[in-house]
Nanobody, 125 residues
Framework: QVHLVESGGGLVQPGGSLRLSCGAS????????VSWVRQAPGKGLEWVGE????????YYADSVKGRFAISRDNAKNMLYLEMNSLKPEDTALYYC??????????????????WGQGTQVTVSS
């Protein structure tokens, strides 16, 4: 059974740092893209970023580029999100989610099939 469990959230002052962790089980972690997605109060889901499980290339939303860094340890089935220079607008529930990609009709279609329970990050003075 697939499980994703986030941890590491908390209350931090603006300009501070936090490191989130996502533990995966029940599937071959090294074969899947697992993304970070967040949801701010009263807003929709926002994709934060992800790392190619093989090449380790990273991709980020413009809103976090240069401040957040994703890493993963395939041997430990762990995904990390290092967050620096945090802003109040980074306040959100942060999820890790497994991505499935399917080639259909001439293009790749992505969907997130498993999600963790989320970890709350609050940036406030």
């Amino acid at each position: 059974q697939v499980h994703l469990v986030e941890s590491g959230g908390g209350l931090v002052q603006p300009g501070g740092s936090l490191r989130l962790s996502c533990g995966a089980s029940g599937f071959t972690f090294s074969s899947y893209w697992v993304s970070w997605v967040r949801q701010a109060p009263g807003k929709g889901l926002e994709w934060v970023g992800e790392m190619n499980p093989v090449s380790k290339l990273t991709y980020y939303a413009d809103s976090v580029k240069g401040r957040f860094a994703i890493s993963r340890d395939n041997a430990k089935n762990m995904l990390y999100l290092e967050m620096n220079s945090l802003k109040p607008e980074d306040t959100a529930l942060y999820y890790c989610a497994r991505k499935e990609s399917e080639y259909s009709g001439g293009s790749w279609l992505d969907r997130y099939d498993y999600w963790g329970q989320g970890t709350q990050v609050t940036v406030s003075s």
